[in-house]
C-alpha cells in the first residue's frame, strides 16, 4: 500500500498533517519531508500529525516521526501526535515514546465519549 499526505491549516495556526496507509522504508521519508516543507512556509503554533489513517508503521516510521519531532522543535514549534490508529498507538506505547508525542489516545472509528460512571448508593 502507498502514502498519501494530507496538509490543512486549522483554526490557531495550527497545520494538520494527516498521512494515509502505511509508513515503512519506502515511504518514512514523506512524513519527515512534509514536516520540513511546513516549517520552510511559516512557523506554525503547532503541528499536528494526524495518524488516525494509518494502517501499519515500522521502526523507520517512527525514527521519521522523531526526527520531525525534532526538526519541529528546533523551529520552536511543537508537534503532537494526534488520533493516533490503535496499530500506531500501540508502537509508540512500545517503544516508549507515546508520551513525546503528547500520549494522546487511540482513535476509534464511531467511538462516543465515554458515559459518565453511574454512582451507587451508599459509595
Given at each position: 500500500m502507498?502514502?498519501?499526505?494530507v ?5 490557531g495556526?495550527v497545520v ?6 502505511e509508513?515503512d ?6 512524513v519527515r ?5 511546513v516549517l520552510?512556509k511559516?512557523?506554525p503554533a503547532r503541528i499536528?500529525l ?7 508503521i515500522?521502526s ?9 519531532f ?8 511543537k508537534?503532537?501526535?494526534?488520533e ?13 515514546l ?12 464511531g467511538?462516543?465519549a465515554a458515559?459518565?460512571?453511574e454512582?451507587?448508593p451508599?459509595?
Amino acid at each position: 500500500m502507498s502514502l498519501s499526505i494530507v496538509k490543512s491549516v486549522l483554526a490557531g495556526g495550527v497545520v494538520e498533517i494527516a498521512p494515509r496507509g502505511e509508513i515503512d522504508v519506502d515511504t518514512a521519508y514523506e512524513v519527515r519531508e512534509a514536516v520540513v516543507e511546513v516549517l520552510a512556509k511559516s512557523r506554525p503554533a503547532r503541528i499536528e500529525l494526524n495518524m488516525r489513517l494509518v494502517t501499519f508503521i515500522d521502526s523507520v516510521g517512527i525514527s521519521a516521526m522523531v526526527a520531525g519531532f525534532q526538526t519541529a522543535g528546533v523551529s520552536g514549534v511543537k508537534l503532537v501526535v494526534t488520533e493516533p490508529s490503535r496499530f500506531v498507538h500501540r508502537q509508540l506505547w512500545v517503544t516508549g515514546l507515546l508520551g513525546l508525542f503528547g500520549a494522546p489516545e487511540p482513535y476509534f472509528a464511531g467511538a462516543t465519549a465515554a458515559p459518565e460512571p453511574e454512582v451507587l448508593p451508599g459509595a
